[in-house]
């Protein structure tokens, strides 16, 4: 497996709302889809697909889509949602599908959240048919203007003092790709900003992701000073201009050469 039992689970939990929360992803997938440009009656398979955001783009265009994904939450939604399409219970790393049966693989925000990329990466390679196209969204980390709420979480929560080694980078998909087989590599940046209207929508939109939740296992005055320092954060960007998210992605496509 590339990814981990509470992986799934994580998944399972926010699939009802995924699209919601992640309100980028539906632009993203069809940005990643127009880049692949798959004909009418392509193979196509979307690996980690979630609530289909890649893989429904690829069906709009006249494709034979095959959507899998780790998680039996997201799967099932799939199945409801999408009749045309194949859907299966799979882990990216063992893909149980037959050698060069796709035209193209496609994997939104996914390869960032395996255990094994490169595994995967073999894998799309081994599916793909010779000269086959794989394209792959990355998240792009940006802080810009919400500096103010990513220290306050740093403060509370601690995140980003990890040490770990961090998010994966385009550069490092990029090798990972090269290394699994692919070339002919091309990469391209797109941001999809979303304003928010005042502090209570930007909470709404924290409350979304189990904000609540999180502050709940603090002390109730650690929970309150978090409170109270967001709102005053949250209003200091509102009447500065307004306040937004800010979200960005690369994308990348390459073509499938000789086994690895
Ligand atoms: C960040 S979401 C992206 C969903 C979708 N591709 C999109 O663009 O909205 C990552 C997805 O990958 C799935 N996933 C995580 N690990 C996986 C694995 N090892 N094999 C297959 N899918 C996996 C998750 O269940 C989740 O649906």
Known sequence: MTST????????ALAERYEEIFFYVADVGRQLVDLAAPRPGDRVL??????????????????????VDASAG???RLRVDYPAMTVRQLDAGRLDLP???????????VVQVLDDPAAA??????????????????????????????????EFFGEGRGGGPGPMTAD???TLLTVAGFDQLTRTEVDIPKSVPDPAA??????LQGIQQVLDALPADRATAFREAFFAGAQRMHDDGGIELEFGATLHRAVSGPPA
Not at 5 to 12: F, L
Not at 101 to 109: M, Q
Not at 133 to 153: I, M, Y
């Open 5 to 12: 039992e509470p992986g799934r689970r994580k998944y399972d």
């Open 46 to 67: 979307d690996v980690g697909s979630g609530r289909g955001a890649v893989a429904r783009a690829a069906l709009a265009r006249g494709c034979a889509v095959t959507a």
């Open 74 to 76: 997201m799967v099932e």
């Open 99 to 109: 050698d060069g049966s796709f035209d193209l693989v496609t994997a939104g925000f």
């Open 121 to 154: 990466l073999v894998e799309f390679h081994r599916v793909l048919a010779p000269s086959g196209t794989v394209a792959l969204s990355l998240e792009r980390q940006t802080v810009g203007r919400l500096k103010w709420l990513h220290d306050l979480n740093a």
């Open 172 to 174: 490092q998909l990029d």
């Open 202 to 207: 930007l909470w709404a939109w924290l409350e």
